[in-house]
């Protein structure tokens, strides 16, 4: 999930900013994307539990690396304040039906997929002939409100790239949502990981952050992004079709 794997490059390490309470998250997948938010999140004093298809005891080296509890898919969500999917986009139907039954009061839904249909998802009608947004798509199999962010973003720079607020340097990442208080708690989030944020606007506008768009895989500040997300067309690329 994510942008494509880029090479490498020393950290620049400064303290870790502290920005929301911390909260219990739960993370649903735990490839280059969740892994890497696990060990940021954790590093950042949160809770956090991480599930992923082939069972917790393969989890094992990531939970004595960061601290977070592997579990089930079926308990990942379990008193969860924010769940987190990260998995290919093909298999999120085949999540529980009860997986979002347990979390936690007012949680947050935050989905960082994209639509792969030549590379891995296969062809999704809903997506390619109703022109759902790939995150409304996902929002209906799961039947809770999304908020999509990290979609485009390199999961190296998740470790890599964080800098302190005003940092000129410091990269921006698009966030999209319907629901105001679940995006700012995601906005929040992102900012105390190290990153700027620009509000893309409601789900059915976040096509404009979806793969081959201009904003997808961008490495630049505020304005760079805002600027990207208003050039973004609304036609589907011709390599993202099934």
Avoid: C
């Amino acid at each position: 999930m994510g942008a494509p794997s880029r090479p490498r490059t020393e950290p620049r390490h400064w303290p870790e900013k502290h920005g929301a309470h911390p909260m219990k998250i739960g993370i649903i997948g735990a490839g280059n994307i969740g892994g890497n938010l696990t060990r940021r999140l954790t590093a950042l004093g949160h809770q956090v539990t991480v599930a992923n298809s082939r069972g917790p005891e393969t989890l094992a080296d990531l939970a004595a690396e960061t601290g977070a509890t592997p579990v089930p898919v079926g308990e990942a969500a379990a008193g969860a304040e924010l769940v987190v999917v990260t998995i290919p986009l093909k298999n999120v139907p085949a999540l529980p039906d009860d997986l979002l039954a347990g979390a936690a009061d007012g949680f947050v839904l935050l989905d960082t997929n994209n639509y792969y249909p030549r590379e891995r998802d296969g062809r999704i009608a809903a997506i390619e002939d109703e022109g759902l947004t790939e995150s409304r798509w996902v929002e209906r199999q799961l039947g809770h409100p999304v908020v999509k962010a990290f979609n485009g973003t390199y999961a190296q720079d998740i470790l890599d790239a964080p800098r302190p607020a005003g940092d000129p340097e410091r990269i921006a990442l698009p966030v999209a949502g319907d629901d105001p208080a679940a995006k700012q708690v995601v906005r929040e989030l992102i900012d105390a990981l190290g990153f700027d944020t620009v509000d893309a606007g409601g789900i059915d506008d976040s096509w404009r952050q979806q793969p081959e768009t201009p904003v997808y895989g961008l490495r630049a500040g505020v304005e760079g992004v805002t600027e990207a997300l208003a050039a973004a067309s609304p036609e589907r690329p011709a390599n993202f079709r099934g």
